[in-house]
T-cell receptor, first 112, second 116 residues
Framework: DGGITQSPKYLFRKEGQNVTLSCEQN?????MYWYRQDPGQGLRLIYY???????QKGDIAEGYSVSREKKESFPLTVTSAQKNPTAFYLC???????????FGSGTRLTVV | AQTVTQSQPEMSVQEAETVTLSCTYD???????LFWYKQPPSRQMILVIR??????QNATENRFSVNFQKAAKSFSLKISDSQLGDAAMYFC?????????????FGKGITLSVRP
C-alpha cells in the first residue's frame, strides 16, 4: 500500500546534538512538507519542497535544515541551533493534481 | 499572509447529538481550498472534508458537513449523530488555489470530547 513512513516514532536527543528525522513516501508525490506540532499551537510549517533538489523555508525554519535529493525522501535535520526542539513532527506529501495532503504518523522528538 | 482561527479550544457533545466546530480565516484571495482534518489519539492526521471556494454548495461526507460562508470567511464543521470514535482534535486548514503556493495553513485546533 502506498503511504508515508516516518521514522523513528520516538526519538531522544541530548542537548547540543543534531538529529535527523526520516520521511519516505511511495506515492510518487511531487511536493513534500514538514510541520511541527506543539500543544495549543496547531501545525506550523518548517520547510517544504515542490520538486527534487529544491525546497523553501516555511514559517519556523530557524534551527532546521532539509534536503531533497530523491523524490521519495525528504529528511529533516534538527540542529543544535534550534532552541526548543522538543515537539511532535509531521511529514506530509501532495500530488500535483490533488487537493489535500497525505500525512505520515509522526515522530515525537524529546531533548534530554 | 493567510490566517486560520479556531477560537474554541475545547468542545463536548453527547453521543448521538450534533455538534458544530467553528473556523474563520483571513485571505485576500478569491480562489482557495478549505479543509477539516481529524487527529485522534494515535496522532495520525485524517482528512475529514474539503471545500473548494468557487463552489457555492456546501460539502458533505456522510455525518460530516460544512457551512461555508465565503463573504463572512467562515467555515464551520457539523458532526451529526456523534459517535465515541469522533473524539479527537480537529484542525481547520486553508490552501491557496495556485500550485506555486500550495502550503496548508492550520488553525490551532479544537479538542472534541464525546460523552457516552
Amino acid at each position: 500500500d502506498g503511504g508515508i513512513t516516518q521514522s523513528p516514532k520516538y526519538l531522544f536527543r541530548k542537548e547540543g546534538q543534531n538529529v535527523t528525522l526520516s520521511c519516505e513516501q511511495n506515492l510518487n508525490h511531487d511536493a513534500m512538507y514538514w510541520y511541527r506540532q506543539d500543544p495549543g499551537q496547531g501545525l506550523r510549517l518548517i520547510y517544504y519542497s515542490q520538486i527534487v533538489n529544491d525546497f523553501q523555508k516555511g514559517d519556523i525554519a530557524e534551527g532546521y535544515s532539509v534536503s531533497r535529493e530523491k523524490k521519495e525522501s525528504f529528511p529533516l535535520t534538527v540542529t543544535s541551533a534550534q532552541k526548543n526542539p522538543t515537539a511532535f513532527y509531521l511529514c506530509a506529501s501532495r500530488d500535483r493534481e490533488d487537493y489535500g495532503y497525505t500525512f505520515g504518523s509522526g515522530t515525537r522528538l524529546t531533548v534530554v | 499572509a493567510q490566517t486560520v482561527t479556531q477560537s474554541q479550544p475545547e468542545m463536548s457533545v453527547q453521543e448521538a447529538e450534533t455538534v458544530t466546530l467553528s473556523c474563520t480565516y483571513d485571505t485576500s484571495e478569491s480562489d482557495y481550498y478549505l479543509f477539516w482534518y481529524k487527529q485522534p489519539p494515535s496522532r495520525q492526521m485524517i482528512l475529514v472534508i474539503r471545500q473548494e471556494a468557487y463552489k457555492q454548495q456546501n460539502a458533505t461526507e456522510n455525518r460530516f458537513s460544512v457551512n461555508f460562508q465565503k463573504a463572512a470567511k467562515s467555515f464551520s464543521l457539523k458532526i451529526s449523530d456523534s459517535q465515541l470514535g469522533d473524539a479527537a482534535m480537529y484542525f481547520c486548514a486553508y490552501r491557496s488555489y495556485t500550485g506555486a503556493n500550495s502550503k496548508l495553513t492550520f488553525g490551532k485546533g479544537i479538542t472534541l470530547s464525546v460523552r457516552p
